[in-house]
């Protein structure tokens, strides 16, 4: 009935599948971070792990649903308890968690997910929707909220695929997987070309419900961009857009729909722009003298409409930390030699480019954005360093379970601004996280998500884990980075959505009134406030 | 404090300008439609006009705006009392004016259009915001619906520019009408590059409450598309969006207010992205074999993003009648002969195309889209027919003015599908028009806007009126083509906003759930039910 055992359930990904960190790299973060020997732990067995006492989930939700359909054992629930930000991995891998929903629904199609909301809302049971469990931001977390019980609604038996080859879109389920989703369109000769990190495990309506943005976003568009029309269902009854490719008739519904992360019904259905599948796809490496030329070349670009498809701009720190745990052999080496050549004027900043689609527009607009980088300062690499980076491009999550092993408190957060106020909201970001994690901390960025008005940033960082006080260490530098952002006028996320975790951020990001607009709609389409409480909204 | 006086009250676009119809474009018209001769008549003199007599304006409002802000004499009321669409035109034009605002409000900023609104709310006096004038969907009727009085809000005064160059943004008032905007970007090097037909009257504010496309929209984005940010004055106070290139914060505010057509508030700023002022236009024409091989060709364009900013194709009707309308000398000769040339085969349809940028990259992308012109079967008429197309983009509503003095019947709207049902919604919207119209009708269409997964379509349609029934016979024509585009799922407005013709469909296009949102958010925003009513919703 559902994937979700073929997954970790303490961690990242497919169960079979660790990363490696070579010994030389361990030692360096180690020293670097003042990590104590010994320090970190595997996670602990799965029959040991404590959830909370379920409450008893009342009888007309069971009756809604077909036998076998609503889950109540405790791995189900422990499946659908927490998403996979650092406090959600350490609950998990401590087995300590203090909220999991009290059961599980599975609907088999939509007129099931509709009986389950009618089911709740009489008797007040909260609905958690569930997609991948990808969610960094709390999204999934089972708050009561005076609720007489939490369920997790899992879409995962939703998995539709239907082409429109004319219209170049796909009407999907909004329970498929990015893997599943691109196999299914690839059979068909299309891709979707949404590559988040998640890509393994997150799922169409999760893309949707939360904005979310890919690897290749620069050139194939966020995902709500890409979504054309989407269906709704919502406790008070059913919300559908338009499939047509623009309309002047008001307020976009679909804008509303897109980004409310369960918080107004579970969405049911998306339609999506997609793509021929790529004739050829070209990545490469460059390495520009610092990040703010880098980032003055990825402006030319995104404003002379010369972008490539994807486009990530490390920092110095990013660049060199990057390299570390790679290793110094093949092409790492070369880029490390680049790299100090050019340390010699200011330092050097890793520059991946991709491009994917036919063979001749590649070849032009390679060409194009070569030229680009070149004047802008920046020396090539060669395909190797692109090509892996594209095979390591879904790693970084497998990597971050090692290193939580390791003793290392490692996190990503992310924000966006304009152009004119980027280079302030990068030095109060990563001031906010130095300051908080304390001089033997990794601070680091990029930016890969370029526009003509502006960029995204993304940080990671790491730090020695004081052994106890995990929850507590990151709850300092999430604040401080949050209240940073804040105050140089980012937007709180850029593509990882508000969840719990942001959510007392909202008021500052849309203002009072801002927040009484999204809280009339709730109270229309959720009157007895079942969606998923405590997310989105503060 | 208004440059209204120097537009026709009776008409569009600047007093002292008219259009020339040839005798021979006239007596053709005549004969094909069936007009009588002797029909139709020039407008009244301004002070024959009658309007209704004024109600009563509530002190508060009077107190709230400094001496000489409230307007109350007749031409004032007039110049804002009607848009520009043919019932509008034909009420202007015989003098007979059943809605007419009580007074007109020309708040000089911000603070106080905030005060009017205030004024407004407690003895409950309708206000009907007021841009360009230049709504063709009712937008701007004084419905008094049951309020005390109605003011015409008149954003005239809020003019400000303010240009961000490094983001490519810029902070614009929204009474800025459309050259004005233009050339105070100009100025300054950049462009918006937002021409709609509208774009003498029309304004910044009017572009963004009503979702705007311009003849350039395939390049630059639909009005919608380019603003980053903007500010809402709403009877419960300001909403504010934050000015980032994207933000993944919850639903999109930014979009619940775009579109909103004055029923949430007044927008009272809007950011929006501009572009380095072009180095080259280049505007050239095209025959295609008949409409469905030019479609398919805009189709492949749109889907491989190599598409001209400006791209509009002209069915056969449209391009038999443009040649018609211009006369036969020059290129229209030459345009002619090679219509008449492909004749042989299916017929012809002339296609404009546009693009404008840097020298380089208009040769690069003009290549590119000539190079899938020519495989789709166009032949190129050159440079000349996209010249004389290029000068004559605004005359339109000019010479539909001396046609409505002809005798004849016009009028234009528009809608949007997907492109595998895009043929389908042609057909059935031409066929409800000629339906309605009778045999001695033209009915004819163009595609201006297409994006990968679809396309609008825009119908232009002509009859002999029937004198003293206008109003009727246009009504007959609008509700069969508004059905038709309902039974075909098109959407009711891709770019004219919905205004008060278009109400009765808004059911049919966004759902009752959809409706109920919309009204969640508007009893918010504006719990006194103030905001333009009669607008949006039904």
Redesign the interface.
């Known amino acids: 009935m559902s994937d979700l055992d073929s997954f970790k359930w303490w961690g990242w990904g497919a169960a079979d599948r660790r990363a490696q960190v070579s010994a030389t790299a361990q030692a360096a973060l180690r020293e670097e971070l003042g990590v104590e020997p010994g320090a970190g732990s595997e996670p602990i067995a799965l029959e040991r792990v404590a959830l909370p006492e379920p409450r008893p989930v009342p009888e007309a939700v069971g009756d809604a649903m077909p036998a076998g359909r609503l889950l109540t054992d405790t791995e189900a629930r422990l499946r659908r308890a927490a998403g996979r930000s650092y406090p959600d991995l350490m609950r998990l891998r401590s087995g300590k968690l203090e909220l999991a929903p009290d059961a599980v629904a599975v609907p088999a199609d939509r007129a099931e997910v509709a009986a389950v909301l009618s089911a709740c809302a009489g008797p007040r049971v909260a609905v958690v929707p569930f997609g991948g469990g990808s969610s960094v931001v709390g999204g999934l977390d089972a708050v009561a909220d005076g609720h007489a019980a939490v369920i997790s609604l899992d879409l995962g038996a939703l998995r539709g695929v239907e082409l429109?080859r004319?219209?170049?879109?796909a009407t999907l389920g909004p329970g498929l997987r990015g893997p599943e989703a691109e196999a299914a369109l690839g059979g068909l000769g299309v891709t979707l070309g949404h590559f988040p990190q998640s890509f393994e495990q997150a799922t169409i309506g999760g893309y949707a419900a939360?904005?979310?943005?890919g690897q290749a976003s620069s050139g194939f568009g966020?995902f709500?961009e890409m979504v054309?029309a989407l269906e709704l269902t919502?406790p008070?009854?059913?919300?559908?857009?338009?499939?047509?490719?623009?309309?002047?008739?008001?307020?976009?519904?679909r804008?509303?729909?897109?980004?409310?992360?369960g918080t107004?019904g579970v969405i049911t259905e998306v339609t999506c722009?997609v793509?021929p599948a790529p004739q050829l796809r070209r990545y490469e490496g460059w390495i520009a003298a610092d990040f703010a030329s880098g980032r003055e070349i990825i402006?030319e670009l995104a404003?002379?409409?010369e972008m490539p498809d994807t486009l990530r701009l490390s920092d110095e720190e990013e660049t060199r930390v990057s390299l570390q745990l790679a290793g110094s052999e093949g092409w790492q080496k070369r880029a490390l030699d680049a790299y100090l050549g050019l340390r010699r004027r200011r330092g050097g900043c890793l520059l991946i480019c991709g491009w994917e689609g036919?063979r001749e527009?590649v070849r032009?607009r390679r060409s194009l954005a070569g030229r680009r980088l070149r004047a802008g300062g920046a020396v090539a690499l060669g395909g190797t360093a692109g090509r892996t980076w594209e095979r390591g491009r879904f790693e970084g999550p497998y990597l971050r379970d090692e290193l939580l092993g390791l003793g290392v408190l490692v996190e990503t957060l992310e924000?966006?601004?304009?152009?004119?106020?980027l280079e302030e909201l990068y030095r109060a970001v990563g001031g906010a996280l130095r300051e908080a994690l304390g001089p033997r901390s990794i601070v680091m960025c990029h930016l890969s998500?370029a526009?003509?008005?502006?960029?995204?940033l993304y940080f990671t960082f790491f730090a020695a884990a004081r052994p106890g006080e995990e929850l507590e260490q990151w709850r300092a530098a999430k604040t401080g980075a949050c209240e940073a952002i804040v105050s140089a006028?980012?937007?709180?996320?850029?593509?990882?959505?508000?969840g719990r975790d942001?959510a007392p951020y909202?008021r500052a990001?849309?203002?009072?009134?801002?927040l009484?607009?999204?809280?009339?709609?709730k109270?229309?389409?959720d009157p007895a406030g079942v969606m998923n409480p405590g997310k989105?909204l503060p």
């Open positions: 429109d004319t219209s170049l879109t939360t904005r979310s943005a966020r709500d054309t919502s008070a009854g059913v919300l559908r857009t338009r499939e047509t490719p623009h309309t002047a008739a008001g307020p976009s519904l804008e509303l729909v897109l980004g409310s992360e107004l722009r793509r402006r404003q002379r409409d036919e527009a032009r924000t966006a601004h304009s152009w004119s106020r998500h526009y003509a008005d502006g960029a995204s006028g980012g937007t709180i996320t850029h593509h990882h959505a508000v942001h909202m990001e849309v203002g009072e009134l801002g009484e607009a999204l809280r009339a709609v109270q229309r389409l989105l």
